[in-house]
């Protein structure tokens, strides 16, 4: 590299990837990224408090877990986006979440299916 002594020019390309002009490629670092949780936190504010607490009463009944993310599945309330992620968050095991979720959302998208045919709407 022009203008660049060797050991400098050695000591960068060994210990990071270069762009095509030489340059250092930066990455990002851990901390930018955890400082995300505390803005969002900060951002929730009470409502995160809420998902905490409803984290804690649903480890609690966890019949009563499954029984939520069917009707979320089935009906869209609450929204099933947040049912999924808050049973991530309780560690459910991703078959009983396909099987409860799949079977709600195949019931859910079924009855959008029949119940034009049924009231003859759509022949």
């Not at 990071?16 to 803005?39: L, Y």
């Amino acid at each position: 590299m022009p203008g660049v002594p060797a050991s400098a020019a050695l000591r960068t390309s060994s210990t990071s990837p270069t762009t095509s002009a030489g340059e250092p490629i930066r990455r990002a670092s851990s901390s930018g990224f955890d400082s995300c949780g505390a803005v969002s936190s900060r951002l929730l504010g009470r409502r995160g408090a809420r998902v905490g607490e409803l984290k804690d009463r649903l480890e609690r009944a966890r019949t009563g877990a499954a029984a939520v993310v069917f009707a979320s599945a089935a009906t869209g309330l609450p929204p099933f986006y947040v049912v999924s992620v808050a049973a991530g968050s309780l560690r459910w095991s991703l078959a009983r979440f396909l099987l409860v979720g799949g079977t709600g959302r195949l019931l859910r998208f079924a009855a959008v299916v029949a119940v034009p045919r049924l009231l003859g709407v759509v022949p």
